[in-house]
């Protein structure tokens, strides 16, 4: 059965510019581009055509660090359009609770990028929450960070129709109840959280880091972990 957003882009593809001119003010217009770019971005589909990955590349614009300032690339530009990313967003959204994801990294990735940026799609689109343990506090407000950009650089319309309900260096919640918070290591701190996705970042490098997996699994969370290459645990999990 097709859905509502389905219907309206079949019954409007059917009118000509002119026809459409004719029916809607620029206004309505406007509010009909908005919803049918909206539906798109919220697709669960790993795609440069449609949901996170769309919205990631195409939907925001980015501020580059000066390491691509000195490249001549622009100040801001959305995320590049690399082969790889869709194969990561894939396993991002196959995740489930039986089957945990390990993605070994370099720097270059955009890896961590790219997981914050999927935590923020699942937050803002589906009113999931996502609690992210890294290995300290700095690396944590890094991080939020970069939900905080993700949240801001996108269009005034889409802010509008996914507005804030609280924000701080270590969170931020939607009115729609999805959430991203980020906390530091400690099998301890993560018993309290009973959130949608687990994401630990950096996992090799963190000293407990099995530890803290192994608390957060009763919650029934979908796990990712993802790391730079260090001997141990994960690159146990990684073979």
Known sequence: MPTCIETLKDELGKLTPEELQQQFSREELAEIDYTLKDARCAERVASFDAGPCYWLTSGLTRTQNPQHEAQGLPFRAPLPKKSYLIPIFSEFLAVTTEHPLFIPKSRTMLT?????????WAAQWHGMQTLVQTLNEDRCILLMSYVHAYYHLQSDWLKARHPLKRKSSFSVEWQSG???????????????????????DES???????????????????????????PGWFAEQCL
Do not use: N
């Open 112 to 120: 961590s990028l790219s997981a914050q940026g999927f935590a923020t």
């Open 178 to 200: 999805g959430e991203v918070c980020c906390i530091p290591s400690g099998a301890e701190k993560s018993r309290g959280y009973h959130s949608s996705y687990y994401l630990q």
């Open 204 to 230: 090799a490098h963190i000293i407990d880091g099995e530890q803290c997996l192994s608390a957060v699994k009763p919650s029934g969370a979908r796990i990712i972990c993802i790391s730079s290459a260090a």
